[in-house]
Nanobody, 119 residues
């Protein structure tokens, strides 16, 4: 089994920062990609950022220049540094693990962590 453990969510004011962490444990396949998705009430889940085990990154246009994704392969941990947060960033953020073979179809998900940005 693979387990994803998230941390770092919370309540911040607009313009503030948060750093999300997601640690994967178990029989983790490789190569892979780890990413962050978010879902706001009444909206579809969207990919925020993703990073492969080789270091290639992807960012949604809405977060480019504000968010930075990184990973520590030795710890199987992915981070999302979120700066200049906006109220529209408010959502439940989910960590996900994908095989590189099917990068757009995560096979494992974290439980989600709430990020709330107040105005």
């Amino acid at each position: 089994q693979v387990q994803l453990v998230e941390s770092g969510g919370g309540l911040v004011q607009a313009g503030g920062s948060l750093r999300l962490s997601c640690a994967a444990s178990g029989s983790i396949f490789s190569p892979n990609a780890m990413g962050w998705h978010r879902q706001a009430p009444g909206k579809q889940r969207e990919l925020v950022a993703r990073i492969t085990s080789g270091g290639s990154t992807y960012y949604a246009d809405s977060v480019k220049g504000r968010f930075t994704i990184s990973r520590d392969n030795a710890k199987n941990t992915v981070y999302l540094q979120m700066n200049s947060l906006k109220p529209e960033d408010t959502a439940v953020y989910y960590c996900a693990l994908s095989p590189l073979f099917s990068i757009s179809n995560p096979s494992r998900w974290g439980q989600g962590t709430q990020v709330t940005v107040s105005s």
